[in-house]
């Protein structure tokens, strides 16, 4: 299995315009993760998918992030527009539900570096 | 509050020193895992270990070992025989129930960032 991938790895954007970040899970996982990374605060979950439904999106800053998941197998992360706080690494992680078990390990993605100027 | 606390914000070591990663975590949940990633130079968050609440015991897996003592709510990890390929970001993670839901949600610590010279 190629793992997570994300796309792109890197992003250079001005600050106003919209950023999309995209994510393909592992293959059969039923949970899809989008975290964010920052010197400041670390990681954090933004929001969560389960069967592609959103579960908890309280993570997510603001209005100005959505996050879709239209099948099992493709997500995307949205910024419009993006600002410069938003300059961070934004991760993916999938896993599978194991018949109600809490310790499933999430597998990550490579993350995509966000820069806005 | 911080459910995972990583103290060590970073360490320092010589190659084949031995160095102990400390982690502390807080919950109310009786059952519980925590978690070991590892983040290289390179970025990505690698899986090291997953513990439960009722397994109490320790593990070693070659170099790496880890120490789970409930009575402290600590999940301490260890390297032996450090070497410079260990250099890297560390970060303890806290899985609990989130709302009724089956899965658990991930708190991760600040991260510790580990470099051994050579």
């Known amino acids: 299995d190629a793992g997570v991938i994300q796309s792109p790895r890197h992003e250079v954007t001005e600050m106003g315009q919209e950023v999309t970040l995209r994510c393909k899970p592992i293959?059969?996982?039923?949970?899809l993760f989008w975290y964010r990374q920052t010197m400041m605060r670390g990681l954090e979950l933004l929001i969560y998918?389960?069967?592609?439904?959103?579960?908890?999106d309280s993570g997510m800053p603001e209005d100005r992030f959505s996050a879709k998941m239209p099948n099992a197998s493709f997500s995307t992360l949205k910024i419009q527009p993006s600002e410069p706080r938003d300059s961070a690494v934004y991760f993916c992680?999938?896993?599978?539900?194991?018949?109600?078990?809490?310790?499933?390990?999430?597998?990550f993605g490579q993350g995509t570096r966000l820069t806005v100027v | 509050a911080q459910k995972v606390t990583q103290a060590q914000t970073e360490i320092s070591v010589v190659e084949k020193e031995d160095v102990t990663l400390d982690c502390v975590y807080e919950t109310r949940d009786t059952t519980y895992y925590l978690f070991w990633y590892k983040q290289p130079p390179s970025g990505e968050l690698v899986f090291l270990i997953r513990r439960n609440s009722f397994d109490e015991q320790n593990e070693i897996s070659g170099r790496y070992s880890w120490n789970f003592q409930k009575s402290t709510s600590s999940f301490n990890f260890t390297i032996t025989a450090s070497q410079v390929v260990d250099s890297a970001v560390y970060f303890c993670a806290l899985s609990e129930r989130d709302r009724g839901s089956t899965l658990g949600r991930l708190y991760f610590g600040r991260g510790t960032q580990l470099t051994v010279w050579p």
């Open positions: 992680a999938s896993s599978l539900d194991q018949g109600g078990m809490i310790g499933t390990e999430a597998f």
């Open positions: 293959s059969g996982h039923d949970y």
């Open positions: 998918f389960n069967n592609n439904v959103p579960i908890d």
